[in-house]
């Protein structure tokens, strides 16, 4: 894999919330993301993972140190194209669904496609129909949210950040708010579409299970990478 260049590259990332007291939440963070990775981020509530991706993800600003993405340092991207790299770059799935509750699971999952134009929106159409029916969904296009599951809501989120064909997919305790066979239900989705697209996908997690589908485990201990090894599975 390593042969490879990679998506996005940390070199010695600080991240320090101001405040009366200074947090120092990330410590000297080396990082490589490369394409094809499934990548599970360990770590306890405090350990600074959430922030992690956060900053994986152009959604805050690192303090010091270098981002790359692409072999492009972050720092010289403007918002304009920082706000493009979140929509086409990055898919994105949270704990939370977040579906808008007036569309149906047809419109949520369409989304990203619709805020980058109808174009892209039209050409998306039957791969992401495609997807829902491949994740049990094909009788609920025309369904709100309301009327769904919470199981059947994070499947929704799940076709929903992988329709836009992005680079990298990252995902934030997806299946916390889940019960376990919902869980495995989801996991399972998330590892059949990354396999299918080859889309590079990291997700942060407290749980050691999420581990199972993964190809590289890295673990983060009071803001520290104390752990980074490639699985069997990789």
Do not use: W
């Not at 029916?133 to 799940?158: E, I, T, Y």
């Amino acid at each position: 894999m390593e042969d490879k260049a990679p998506l996005i590259s940390f070199r010695d990332v600080n991240k320090i919330y101001a405040g009366d007291v200074p947090t120092h939440v990330l410590h000297d963070i080396d990082l490589d993301i490369y394409p094809g990775d499934f990548v599970v981020i360990l770590g306890k509530s405090g350990s600074g993972k959430t922030t992690l991706l956060n900053l994986i993800g152009l959604l805050d600003a690192i303090t010091s140190g270098t981002v790359e993405i692409q072999g492009r340092e972050v720092k010289t991207i403007d918002d304009d194209e920082r706000a493009r790299l979140r929509s086409e770059f990055f898919g994105f799935i949270f704990q939370f669904h977040y579906l808008l509750p007036s569309f149906d699971v047809l419109a949520n999952a369409l989304m990203p496609c619709r805020i980058r134009g109808r174009k892209y929106e039209v050409e998306a159409a039957d791969r992401v129909a495609r997807m829902l029916r491949d994740v049990g969904l094909g009788d609920k296009f025309h369904s709100l949210p309301s009327q769904l599951s919470g199981g059947q809501n994070q499947r929704v989120a799940v076709v929903r950040a992988f329709a836009n064909r992005p680079t990298l997919v990252l995902a934030d305790e997806p299946t916390g708010s889940l019960d376990s066979r919902t869980t495995q239900q989801v996991l399972k989705l998330m590892h059949e579409i990354q396999a299918e697209t080859g889309t590079a996908f990291v997700m942060v997690t407290h749980d050691e299970a999420m581990t199972e589908v993964a190809n590289r485990v890295v673990e983060l201990e009071d803001g520290r990478v104390i752990r980074d090894e490639r699985t069997t599975a990789s």
